[in-house]
């Protein structure tokens, strides 16, 4: 048995799950949705801002049900997952489903830029926010996915709404102080160190700042988690057992 | 080595303070059906699973000899947005079975098991519990493999396809292939087994040929196996 074969069915299985998921597949097109709107209700750069703070969320929305579900299921005792070859699975899913969000954010994007070199506002920096996004979309899948051990089919991506519902309550209690957090976040400068952490412990919440150019310094902090999910998870797949519940 | 597909060799493994294997050692060789019993939490699944790579021993080794494995578990379970072909697909793409091959596959091995074809079409979480064994039977023949490990062959099947399911552990036996059965229907595998593994608390308690066990008076394997169930254990 081949690993592309091996890669092909683990990734046409995990595509069957995304498709059949009625309520993932709603979710995953809300991006989309809102930016259609906004188009139409507003403008195209407009939706291209849009666009690009929001297509992540696809990534962290496929990234619900990913592990403990399936590991305490049972379901991966089948002769297609003997003698270790489960790993294998677990391990490709979280780049399976970075491809599935991938390629309909992709789709968009690619429309908004022509849509935008026809009217003759397209600007070459939105090319390097979507880059950008997709480091913030892989950073929502290795955390959504190393989350998905510990929280059933869901809560793993409703754990990181909450904490990002939180960070943006704590801008609010910022706007007591003269000079706070937010204005330091809206001028992209930070005087000192204490609000640099600060920043970087927002961006773990909220990474969808990054996709401003000002913050694109920053985006290394988020390769840097990616790194540091990718690896525990694939030191936990690695001793993993299947034990049924 | 050479004629024998499975060789464990003093296996342990603790579940926190519980003790499942102790020392486990046994073997099967090529070309026979054996039979794996044992009562119920006496270790008999969790051999299994070792021996497929589900669970790690925390000591001994365990040996594969063949490249082609199948396991069919007590209750199996299929991912729950999987239609029945869908899986049969999916199984033969991973095995290189093209699409006209898994086709008379199919209907071939779907006549063997007593399974309605027509099922293949819904998903099969919607199956009984006795379709969803003949269902992993199917995965299981159309990948035809060398050695196949058969947890409980029997539960929830019918008398008609506890009959099928018989015969046809006798035809793969004659087309040269490996079987590992572990059940409590005693009677059922006394039937066709060669080789019997019997386990206990953890423990390999006899380890033996069906008719060297006769031979040696032994008039069935159920009173054999009862009457380990009243020795002491080492």
């Known amino acids: 048995m081949f690993a592309k074969t091996r890669f092909k069915v683990n990734f046409l299985l995990i595509q069957k799950k995304v498709f059949r998921s009625t309520g993932l597949c709603f979710l995953s097109l809300v991006p989309g949705l809102v930016v259609f709107y906004v188009l139409l209700a507003d403008s195209l750069a407009m939706a291209i801002?849009?666009?690009?703070?929001?297509?992540?969320?696809?990534?962290?929305?496929?990234?619900?049900?990913?592990?403990?579900?399936?590991?305490?299921?049972?379901?991966?005792?089948?002769?297609?997952?003997?003698?270790?070859?489960?790993?294998?699975?677990?391990?490709?899913?979280?780049?399976?489903?970075?491809?599935?969000?991938?390629?309909?954010?992709?789709a968009i994007f690619s429309m908004l830029v022509m849509a935008g070199l026809l009217k003759g506002n397209f600007s070459w920096i939105y090319l390097l926010q979507f880059l950008a996004g997709l480091v913030v979309g892989i950073y929502y899948v290795t955390l959504g996915s190393w989350l998905s051990f510990y929280f059933r089919g869901g809560s793993n991506v409703l754990i990181i709404i909450m904490a990002q519902i939180m960070a943006i309550l704590s801008l609010f209690f910022s706007l007591q102080?003269?000079?706070?957090?937010?204005?330091?976040?809206?001028?992209?400068?930070?005087?000192?160190?204490?609000?640099?952490?600060?920043?970087?412990?927002?961006?773990?919440?909220?990474?969808?700042?990054l996709i401003a150019r000002k913050f694109f310094p920053y985006l290394f902090v988020?390769?840097?988690?990616?790194?540091?999910?990718l690896f525990r998870q694939w030191r936990r797949i690695k001793n993993l057992e299947l034990k049924k519940q | 080595m050479n004629n024998l597909l499975i060789r464990s060799v003093n296996l342990n493994k603790n579940f926190g303070k519980i003790r499942a294997l102790r020392q486990v050692s046994f073997s099967v060789k090529k070309g026979t059906i054996t039979a794996f019993l044992g009562e119920n939490g006496a270790g008999k699944t969790t051999t299994i699973k070792i021996l497929l790579g589900f669970l790690k021993?925390?000591?001994?080794?365990?040996?594969?000899?063949?490249?082609?494995?199948?396991?069919?578990?007590?209750?199996?379970?299929?991912?729950?947005?999987?239609?029945?072909?869908?899986?049969?697909?999916?199984?033969?793409?991973?095995?290189?079975?093209?699409?006209?091959?898994?086709?008379?596959?199919?209907?071939?091995?779907?006549?063997?098991?007593?399974?309605?074809?027509?099922?293949?079409?819904?998903?099969?979480?919607?199956?009984?519990?006795?379709?969803?064994?003949?269902?992993?039977?199917?995965?299981?023949?159309?990948?035809?493999?060398?050695?196949?490990?058969?947890?409980?062959?029997f539960a929830g099947l019918d008398p008609v396809s506890i009959k099928l399911v018989r015969d046809l552990f006798l035809d793969l036996k004659k087309e040269g292939k490996t079987l590992f059965l572990s059940s409590h229907l005693i009677s059922e595998l006394e039937k066709i087994c060669d080789e019997v593994v019997i386990i206990r608390k953890g423990q390999i308690l006899l380890e033996d040929n069906i008719e060297t066990l006769r031979?040696?008076?032994?008039?069935?394997?159920?009173?054999?196996?009862?009457?380990?169930?009243?020795q002491p254990l080492i």
């Not at chain 2, 031979?215 to 169930?229: C, I």
Request: charged letters at 20%.
């Open chain 2, 57 to 153: 021993p925390d000591s001994g080794q365990v040996e594969i000899n063949c490249s082609k494995l199948g396991y069919i578990p007590d209750r199996p379970l299929f991912f729950s947005w999987l239609k029945g072909k869908e899986i049969l697909h999916f199984t033969a793409k991973l095995f290189g079975i093209n699409g006209q091959r898994l086709a008379s596959l199919i209907e071939e091995k779907s006549a063997k098991v007593g399974f309605d074809s027509e099922l293949l079409e819904r998903r099969v979480q919607t199956y009984s519990l006795g379709n969803q064994k003949k269902m992993s039977y199917l995965q299981n023949l159309i990948v035809t493999p060398e050695l196949l490990i058969v947890d409980e062959p």
């Open chain 1, 49 to 106: 801002n849009f666009f690009l703070f929001l297509f992540p969320y696809t990534f962290l929305f496929l990234s619900g049900d990913m592990m403990k579900d399936e590991i305490e299921s049972g379901v991966l005792e089948n002769i297609m997952f003997l003698q270790g070859e489960y790993r294998a699975y677990l391990l490709q899913k979280i780049l399976a489903l970075t491809i599935l969000a991938l390629l309909p954010s992709a």
């Open chain 2, 215 to 230: 031979r040696q008076g032994h008039v069935d394997l159920e009173t054999l196996f009862l009457s380990f169930l009243h």
């Open chain 1, 177 to 209: 102080k003269k000079i706070g957090f937010l204005d330091y976040l809206e001028k992209g400068h930070f005087p000192n160190l204490l609000y640099k952490i600060k920043f970087i412990i927002f961006t773990l919440a909220l990474p969808n700042v």
């Open chain 1, 222 to 229: 988020l390769v840097m988690a990616t790194g540091f999910f």
